[in-house]
């Protein structure tokens, strides 16, 4: 079997963490296996990397700041290597450029293009352990690009479908997906399988696990994916095409994500074009725009509502007042204390009634609704940041999930 | 002009000194220079990750390590190119890969074999400050390779080298070459010029300003090579050809190293072919000897005591065990107390008396001579560590380097 196993930063966070994974790589090889090793940067490396560029610069250039923080992995995949060398098997570490991981030039949020997969092919044909540095690649004109904080999981998902791979274990210090939160949750319960756009959702939301696109990619290449906690051995989560037994349930999980920031542009003229205008500015600057939400217009005016990531809310921010003028209104509205909370079941589909007992239970908590987004397979309510905690108990317990 | 200036450890050893390289390289820029800037890791960067190394590994895999201590420089050059934009100057930085900068494959101690001139030309041809990560290539297979402790230089002079840049100016700690060392000599003085060759003689022995392939790169291909402070504005030291204004100096300096150990091997057969068996091997293993010398035969056998970099010596001491077995002799005596003192000038080929005037100095003092080897512009000495203070002070004042 060939397998892809991607560590995080937890789990490579000190030399005797970096020695423990080498460990457990090596007694999947020992098993017979081909091994791929996608790492992280040490853990709280890329935050020092960070500080330092913006102890020089507040907005620091793209390409610059992609060429400092990939340094983190490159450390990270150097000492592993030399960590499984010294247990007496061989392994040769490898950056982005080195296997031709060719990405689009949005630096800091590149996007995969392609893999050379025969370069890696050769390694393995070796019998060596191949440890590749996540989260990095080139563009075409060979400029290093980093594929946004998470990145390494799709790197290692990325590799499994481009391998075609037997199976792609995430690393974690969760020991799988759950529920909810532990933290919050205290009852949650892990997941023996989840389906794809369960966990697009849940990760959509908030639920950190996983990078979303590495769980898009899997999706598309039907990569099976495994989240497993690198400090024991349990089972974990196999994350893969939904199934007839998945459908039994309703709702799988309650996710929450503080994260994100509202924005709202009251008192627009409602013409066609407007949103267009506004969103293609927004995401031409490589911002994700999330929730959208148009209510019909009143007089000739209408209220646009949406949701950005907050780190990106200064940015947002900016451009929307810029095109907001342009369109007329003058009138924005911030606001970083939110949460969005959501539920989620690929059950939801053909079982009525969840969007009506989601309401039902915020209700009784007191909690007011600000916004609401549904898609087939979830509904999400965007709350105070306060009431973040209560929420999602509330709703775990309401759908039956505590046991 | 184009000009390549390098900047050590100390020179960007946290973020406000990156700051200040920047506004010197950008008043560079703006006197209509053309400029390339070469960067070491920050200071203490280098050693953090030779420690993290150590910790996992004793005799690390050379290829790791030097995926390992590579990122050191990058993180320098991503941190000037941003704080030169900062100042609202172009600037872009690049790794050894992204301009070719092509090496053997001896890790952690390669030698440039080429560098693609055209690339570099192309991104000053677009107005912009190239800042270049110092001490790393790659090998023909695209390994990253680094050029050893004070590669940098290497770096500088041999991009200076490949575009006939006008100047190389390195700065450093010191503003320029003094006749010893100022922490040793009080009465040490700078060195407006010295030749390339006297320059190969001090940094060979000891005077660390630059790196000894840095200088064989310059007068291979006549770079004009400054040394000058980053901290003053003091003109420096021009390392150039010999002209005949130097020759009137008979002795221009007095340097010293102490990081070399001795090993003798003692009662060898005294036959053809048992020199050259042992330095091949310790050169095939990358260790560079330095001061060999062989006594005369005495009963069919002889003695080899040769001098190697004390960091090598674990490394070329079982090398030497193994082969003296071989050639019937178990007698290895092996020594790090030692220092090398050396007396260098272009003026010493026309002047008799410097060696005896050496020795005679160093009687004086009461200091025992362990081996002599002597070039027609140097005389080197190996004595006891204890000794070197005070025989450098001596041969200081004995030659007149005082005034």
Redesign the interface.
């Known amino acids: 079997m060939l397998i892809i196993q991607k560590y995080g930063g937890t789990s490579v966070g000190d030399?005797d963490r970096?020695?423990n994974v080498a460990k457990r790589v090596i007694a999947s090889k020992k098993e017979g296996h081909d091994i791929i090793v996608v790492v992280s940067a040490m853990a709280g490396e890329t935050n020092r990397?960070v500080d330092?560029?913006s102890?020089?610069?507040e907005e620091?250039?793209g390409?610059?700041?992609d060429?400092?923080v990939?340094?983190g992995e490159?450390?990270t995949?150097?000492?592993l290597?030399?960590?499984i060398?010294?247990m007496g098997v061989p392994a040769?570490?490898f950056?982005g450029?080195?296997l031709r991981i060719i990405t689009d030039n949005a630096f800091s949020k590149a996007r995969i293009k392609s893999i050379d997969a025969d370069l890696i092919r050769r390694e393995l044909a070796k019998g060596h352990i191949a440890v590749v540095a996540g989260f990095q690649g080139i563009d075409e004109e060979?400029?290093?690009t980093t594929l946004g904080r998470g990145g390494s999981d799709t790197t290692a998902v990325a590799l499994a479908a481009a391998l075609n791979a037997d199976a792609c274990e995430i690393y974690t210090d969760v020991d799988g997906v759950y529920t909810a939160d532990p933290r919050i949750v205290p009852s949650a319960q892990r997941l023996s399988k989840i389906s794809y756009e369960e966990m697009l959702e849940m990760s959509s939301l908030g639920a950190k696990v996983l990078q979303i696109r590495s769980v898009e990619i899997a999706a598309k290449y039907n990569v099976p994916l495994w989240v497993k906690s690198s400090f024991n051995n349990e089972e974990g989560t196999l994350v893969t095409k939904e199934d007839s037994s998945m459908e039994e349930v309703v709702v799988s999980g309650v996710a929450h994500d503080k994260n994100e920031a509202k924005i709202a542009v009251r008192h627009l003229a409602d013409r066609p074009g407007i949103a267009s205008k506004l969103f293609t500015t927004i995401s031409g600057a490589n911002i994700n725009v999330d929730m959208i939400i148009q209510n019909v217009s009143e007089d000739g005016f209408t209220d646009i509502t949406f949701t950005v990531p907050r780190s990106d809310l200064k940015k947002a921010l900016s451009l929307t007042t810029q095109i907001a003028k342009e369109l007329g209104s003058e009138k924005i509205e911030a606001d970083e204390k939110i949460a969005k909370v959501s539920v989620i079941g690929v059950g939801m589909r053909s079982h009525a009634g969840v969007a009506s007992q989601t309401f039902a239970t915020l209700a009784k908590e007191g909690i007011n609704i600000q916004m609401i987004a549904t898609s087939e397979i979830k509904i999400s309510v965007v709350i105070h940041e306060k009431d973040t905690e209560k929420a999602v108990r509330a709703l775990h317990k309401a759908f039956g999930l505590d046991k």
């Open positions: 030399t970096i020695r990397l330092l560029a102890k020089i610069s620091p250039d390409r610059e700041y060429m400092l990939s340094t490159q450390v995949i150097a000492l290597a030399l960590a060398r010294n040769r570490s950056l450029h080195q060979g400029n290093i």
